[in-house]
């Protein structure tokens, strides 16, 4: 990339990453350790989280079709952009991942101390690292988180 792409084009680059976030903020809250810091802002995000909970079961499968197919593998797209939203999808299909093995766990290991704390270690390692990403995709860059990026960079045809 030679120049910083247009101001609309990064704040567009951050809609992605709100999935991640939210299902993030979701995993937060049953970490005990959180809730007392998280209640702080749950003004802001209440109103997200609300509607992102009313949507029907099978948006989320459409909203990945949509983004894969209409975004990430059309060149008309700015390469900055596809990256951003491959990313955003990454980072929600592996915290999902996550959630689905931790439920095949004992409810004992689950629920927990030691699920407490392993929620709450997840819980902060993603909120950070989506929030890396948008800072990145707010200041033009590409972000540069190990495994996830090189992922995201196979995913988008070059021209």
């Known amino acids: 990339m030679t120049k910083k792409p247009r101001w609309w084009w990064r704040t567009l680059a951050c809609l992605p990453y709100l ?14 350790h959180l809730h007392p810091f998280l209640e702080d802002f749950e003004f802001l995000t209440y109103p997200f989280l609300r509607a992102i909970g009313r949507l029907p079961g099978w948006f989320l499968m459409a909203y990945f079709f949509v983004a894969y197919l209409g975004v990430v593998r059309r ?8 990256f951003h939203v491959v990313m955003g999808m990454l980072l929600e299909i592996a915290l ?23 929620w709450t270690a997840v819980a902060f390692a ?19 988180i190990p495994f996830v990026c090189d992922a995201a960079y196979i995913q988008i045809p070059y021209d």
């Open 19 to 32: 999935m991640p976030l939210h299902e993030t903020w979701m995993y937060a809250e049953t970490a005990y």
């Open 75 to 82: 060149k008309e797209w700015p390469h900055f952009f596809r």
């Open 96 to 118: 999902q991942v996550i959630g689905t093995i931790s439920r095949w766990m004992p409810l004992a290991v689950y629920w927990g101390k030691v699920g407490m704390h392993f």
């Open 126 to 144: 993603y909120l950070f690292t989506v929030l890396e990403s948008i800072r990145c995709a707010l200041a033009g860059m590409y972000a540069d």
